[in-house]
């Protein structure tokens, strides 16, 4: 019994044929314009937002069992927003509620409400982990080396403890370009503003 097989159709030459060739190089290129199709900021579909909840709750995000060894009090919790609303602010808002992220609703998957269910049900050592690790593929960044341990579980109360929706308005960032974009409306032009601009 032979078990040897030809590489192509031309016994001898190890290549690919020109029809095979081609034929490879037009996949090659249709899967190039479907990967890059793909590379746009749009809402994602009820099949990806599931599948990606289910992946993130059950295989990527560790120490589920981990217990927050720092108390819950009002000043841990004040500490950690003072750090949520520093480091965070630009995707989640000041709030945790993404209030006034223009961007938001747009990151696939979107920047999550921060108070949702699906967020809390999370166990503190899952959440310390997010903060720690962030979530790839998503826009989430990874805070260890810049946040210390202690700051990370203080950033976990905050978030079991978010302010009202709202409450805190949007990020100053967000609020100058809304100003600056409604004077440009209005006929003031970028230069005059930037002068005028204070901090």
Not at 146 to 172: C, F, Q, T
């Amino acid at each position: 019994m032979n078990r040897s097989f030809n590489l192509s159709r031309s016994s001898g030459n190890p290549f690919l044929s020109s029809n095979d060739r081609l034929r490879s190089l037009t996949l090659l290129m249709l899967f190039c314009i479907l990967l890059l199709s793909a590379c746009k900021v749009s809402q994602p579909g009820d099949v990806e937002s599931s599948i990606m909840k289910s992946v993130k709750r059950t295989v990527t995000i560790g120490d589920k069992e981990k217990k927050n060894p720092i108390a819950s009090s009002p000043d841990a919790i004040k500490e950690g927003g003072e750090h949520f609303q520093h480091h965070c602010q630009i995707c989640h808002g000041l709030d945790g509620h993404a209030t006034g992220v223009p961007f938001a609703a747009q990151m696939s998957p979107p920047v999550p409400d921060l108070s949702d269910k699906d967020i809390q049900e999370y166990t503190d050592g899952q959440l310390h982990w997010i903060v720690e690790n962030g979530i790839a593929p998503s826009g989430m960044p990874a805070w260890k080396g810049i946040l210390d341990d202690d700051e990370m579980w203080k950033v976990v109360h905050y978030i079991r403890n978010l302010p009202a929706k709202g409450s805190l308005g949007a990020p100053a960032i967000f609020k100058e370009e809304a100003e600056e974009h409604e004077k440009m409306e209005k006929g003031a032009t970028p230069e005059k503003e930037h002068h005028q601009h204070k901090h």
